[in-house]
């Protein structure tokens, strides 16, 4: 009986730890941390000791945590201040051209059909609240925070291009399932490998 390949769930991040609401604004957070953790923590202390002299360690945390989300932002294009005109057009004087209207600057394809644009991306982060958007049979959507990717509803490879009306946010599991359903498996399985292991079947 050949075997069934259904789509695995969405995958979600280990929490080992727990926290304990206190007030309505604080929580007391229980972690298990290595030697390597405090290494780290009272390194990170002395580097903040310029700024943020006597700092605690959620303070130390809470910066550390800000620098990822703010990476992860500028990775999604989600930038707090888009370069504006002037800067621009100071740094490429004979290249800048008067900006287009925004509906139409939306829906303008990128240069290479395969590129999304940093505003383009931003837009469809904001629009989709970083969530997940694949449709569930039980209705809503997935909503998932984890492993993100911006989707193309309509493939490149079937004349879709990189506009904000054709993108959607997906996780990882989702995004392999909507390619699986338009190009099929044998085509997916040389890029995830999972041809491999249907092959091989399960380990014993």
């Known amino acids: 009986m050949p075997n069934t390949v259904t789509a695995p769930p969405p995958l979600l ?7 304990e609401p206190l007030t309505g604004e604080l929580s007391r ?3 298990t941390v290595s ?3 405090l290494e780290k923590l009272e390194a990170a202390r002395s580097a903040l000791s310029h700024t943020r002299g006597g700092a605690s360690a959620a303070g130390i945390l809470e910066a550390g945590l800000d620098l990822v989300l703010k990476q992860y932002a500028r990775r999604k294009g989600l930038t707090d201040k888009p370069r ?12 800048w051209q008067k ?5 139409e600057a939306r829906n303008r394809p990128a240069t290479k059909p395969g590129v999304i644009s940093a505003a383009v991306k931003r837009e469809v982060w904001i629009r989709d609240k970083g969530r997940c958007q694949w449709p569930l049979e039980s209705g809503g959507i997935c909503g998932s925070t984890w492993r993100l990717q911006v989707d193309h509803v309509v493939p490149l490879a079937l004349g879709g291009t990189s506009t904000a009306g ?11 399932l909507a390619a699986r359903r338009v190009f099929g498996d044998a085509w997916m399985d040389r890029f995830t490998g999972r041809g491999a292991r ?3 079947g399960p380990a014993s």
């Open 13 to 19: 991040p280990a929490r080992p730890d727990n926290s």
């Open 29 to 31: 957070l229980h972690i």
């Open 35 to 37: 030697r390597q953790f």
């Open 84 to 95: 504006n005109k002037s800067r621009v057009q100071s740094e490429s004087p004979t290249t």
């Open 99 to 103: 900006p287009r209207p925004k509906e």
């Open 166 to 176: 054709n993108l959607r946010v997906l996780c990882t599991v989702h995004n392999d």
């Open 198 to 200: 249907r092959r091989t």
